[in-house]
């Protein structure tokens, strides 16, 4: 064996594993992180008047900043992590906005580009690994895959919320139910008729992507538009400001528990104690 190949099986066999456990809270911030995707976004490019091109370049480099920071880790870091994910959660809400509004792409086309995405990333990660569990991200390859994944459900999600909600003519509260039920349903289906859990993880995780968006926009846009009027800006700093306090409180508890990551390779559930 090379010098080389020592080197790297070593680094293989001493990366922990690189995402949460799938807890309530995991289901909490990833909720608001999607919110914030949605809100911030706009906050950005009409609030700030950014325009969509400027907002797209800033939180691009911002994203890649922090997936190197992500990638050059060893383990789960609570912080690291979930400033990808909110900042993933914005570009990909970015992603969608660019298509739709500056290239004139119809949202059902969007939708269905995304989902055809999302669908090849799968696949091919499941050939390449034999398994789409995240309990077992625990080589580089395999995390490139996650983050893919992660970023094609976040402009999956902005497309569908967005034409339930605008296209479909639904609304922003009716598209939050149909969402929250949707998400039910998968819970349901987990607990009781026992789904296969990497499955019923990655359709809760694809769902609530749309969730955030709508409650979103239902918090943000003006009542006149069917929200409640509270802004992008008020419902970006809340949301944030949740987001920071359950990310902290995660820091706090992995320091005080001494794991600093866990090779865990249990396969994925709803939610584990």
């Known amino acids: 064996m090379t010098r080389y190949e020592m080197g790297s099986s070593t680094r293989r066999a001493t990366m922990l594993n690189k995402v949460p456990q799938v807890t309530a809270i995991f289901w909490i911030i990833k909720v608001l992180a999607t919110t914030v995707g949605e809100t911030f976004a706009d906050f950005l490019n009409v609030g700030l008047n950014l325009g969509l091109t400027v907002t797209s370049v800033i939180m691009a480099a911002l994203l890649i900043v922090a997936l190197v920071a992500q990638f050059r ?15 993933i959660s914005v570009v990909g809400t970015l992603i969608t906005d660019n298509l739709t509004d500056n290239l004139g792409v ?9 989902a055809g995405a999302l669908a090849a990333t799968f696949v091919f990660w499941f050939l390449s690994e034999r398994t789409l569990s995240i309990h077992s991200i625990v080589t580089t390859r395999r995390e490139t895959f996650y983050w893919l994944a992660v970023l094609f459900t976040f402009a999956l999600g902005t497309a569908a919320g967005d034409l339930l909600a605008e296209s479909l003519k639904l609304g922003y509260l009716l598209s939050l139910v149909v969402f929250a039920a949707a998400i039910a349903l998968v819970a349901v289906t987990y607990f009781v008729v026992k789904l296969n859990a990497v499955i019923a993880f990655w359709i809760a995780y694809i769902l609530t992507r749309p969730l955030g968006a709508s409650t979103g926009d239902l918090l943000s846009q003006s009542t006149k538009d069917g929200g409640l009027g509270l802004g992008t800006t008020g419902t970006s700093v809340l949301f944030l400001a949740v987001i920071l306090v359950l990310v902290v409180s995660l820091s706090i508890r992995e320091r005080r528990s001494g794991s600093g990551g ?12």
């Open 106 to 114: 119809p949202l059902f086309a969007t939708a269905i580009i995304f």
């Open 73 to 87: 880790l060893r383990r789960y870091v609570p912080a690291v992590y979930w400033l990808s994910i909110v900042l």
């Open 262 to 273: 866990r090779d865990d390779t249990r396969n994925d559930t709803m939610v584990a104690a």
